[in-house]
């Protein structure tokens, strides 16, 4: 990943109020072309919220978000749905997330639709992204009810990627997986970037997970940026005592080390 001058994603002083709740309260970001950001926090920290923001989803109260240069803060219905081109999302539920009345075909095929994609079109580039999150091509004539959870967040990637978007925000994509399968996952993710460019915010609660996919981490707590540096500096020697309990909290494979991680863990929220 080489950094640009110009960041494709641009987060500028951002706020979200709901009433009193303060969600955010002025986050400033950068993602660059082809750059995966991490975006990591306990729920209620914000993260999720700054993802919806730049999705146009929640309504901010301060602050600006560039994409490409442009002011997306305030963008209309109509902006909202030519940025749709560009900006992408993949959510934390697969099920939840896929019409579980449609095929995999079709839930392919409605963004190209919307898009003005030819049907003959659609379907060469709907087999061709089948192959690319590896799945089988007979895959389109089935229901999302027919595959695991791991199969249907690769159906979510398809879907989110099939209109070859600049920006795909992931929202912990794989924290309903279990271990093995967001491994998979998290692979599939590197491997998409590699071959396409496209860039990534990250959203996650495990620094584990950010550690194998990011090249830049955000910590965030109660709507704050308390750290942010690169991926191998932040996940593995945080300086803010927040971020050092979000890496005691991550999980490891090796028991042993697993209890001595608890043990700083349980240290650490104790001082």
């Given at each position: ?8 994603l641009?987060?500028r ?9 303060h969600a ?9 072309p082809?750059e ?10 914000g993260?999720?919220?700054?993802g919806k923001?730049?999705l146009?989803?929640?309504?901010t ?39 579980p009345?449609?095929t ?12 003005g ?11 061709e ?6 799945l089988?091509a ?5 229901y ?21 978007p ?13 271990l ?25 609660h ?15 707590y109660?709507?704050?940026i308390?750290e942010h ?25 090796d ?17």
């Amino acid at each position: 990943m080489t950094t640009s001058a110009a960041p494709l994603l641009s987060v500028r002083d951002v706020s979200v109020h709901y009433g009193k709740f303060h969600a955010l309260k002025g986050v400033s970001l950068d993602i660059h072309p082809g750059e995966c950001v991490g975006l990591v926090g306990e729920s209620g920290s914000g993260k999720s919220t700054l993802g919806k923001a730049v999705l146009g989803l929640t309504p901010t109260t301060g602050g600006t978000i560039s994409f490409n240069g442009h002011d997306i803060t305030k963008a209309s219905k109509r902006q909202r749905r030519q940025l749709a081109n560009d900006i992408q999302v993949v959510f934390q539920d697969p099920y939840g997330s896929l019409d579980p009345a449609m095929t995999v075909g079709q839930i392919l095929a409605e963004p190209l639709r919307v898009a003005g994609t030819s049907a003959a079109t659609a379907k060469q580039i709907i087999v061709e992204m089948l192959g690319k999150v590896r799945l089988p091509a007979d895959s389109v004539d089935r229901y999302p009810s027919e595959f695991s959870g791991g199969q249907r967040q690769r159906i979510a990637i398809a879907r989110a990627l099939v209109r070859r978007p600049q920006l795909v925000i992931c929202d912990e994509p794989v924290s309903a997986l279990d271990l093995t399968t967001q491994a998979a996952i998290i692979d599939l993710f590197i491997d998409l970037q590699r071959e396409t460019g496209v860039s990534y915010l990250f959203v996650s609660h495990d620094l584990g997970v950010v550690r194998r996919i990011c090249h830049e981490v955000s910590v965030m707590y109660k709507g704050e940026i308390v750290e942010h540096g690169p991926a191998d500096v932040v996940t593995t020697t945080p300086s803010q005592a927040y971020s050092q309990r979000l890496l005691m909290a991550s999980p490891v494979a090796d028991p042993d080390a697993q209890a001595k991680r608890r043990e700083a863990w349980l240290a650490i929220r104790a001082a």
